[in-house]
């Protein structure tokens, strides 16, 4: 069974960095792009950032988080992490992971189609 944890949200102020990741398990990791996601209150779920599979080596961002936040993934602890810098009021959200099978998406925005998702971990962004 698939399943992926996320960890490492809490209150920063604007300007500070912040650092999340996601556990998975239940997959063999490296067959799988892995994918961020933030749902702001009222409003859709979009994607931020996605890490293909090691064989594929590649890394999409939104334009709203590029230059900011940095995906990366560790095959050793089965693990992906997002390094958010530079946060902003509008970064605040749930930020989801997402696990998708051998290639990250086109649209790194879409979020249909993946095969398994975190429960959340909040990040507020305020003074």
């Known amino acids: 069974q698939l399943q992926l944890v996320e960890s490492g949200g809490g209150l920063v102020q604007p300007g500070g960095s912040l650092r999340l990741s996601c556990v998975a398990s239940?997959?063999?990791?490296?067959?799988?792009?892995i994918a961020w996601f933030r749902q702001a209150p009222g409003k859709e779920r979009e994607g931020v950032a996605c890490?293909?599979?090691?064989?594929?080596?590649?890394?999409k961002y939104s334009d709203s988080v590029k230059g900011r936040f940095t995906i990366s993934r560790d095959s050793a602890k089965n693990t992906a992490t997002l390094q958010m810098d530079s946060l902003k009021r509008d970064d605040t959200a749930v930020y989801y992971c997402?696990?998708?099978?051998?290639?990250?998406?086109?649209?790194?925005?879409?979020?249909?189609?993946?095969?398994?998702w975190g429960r959340g971990t909040q990040v507020t962004v305020s003074s």
């Open positions: 890490s293909g599979p090691p064989s594929e080596a590649e890394t």
């Open positions: 239940g997959f063999t990791f490296d067959e799988y792009a």
């Open positions: 997402a696990a998708m099978y051998a290639i990250c998406p086109h649209n790194v925005i879409n979020p249909r189609g993946y095969d398994a």
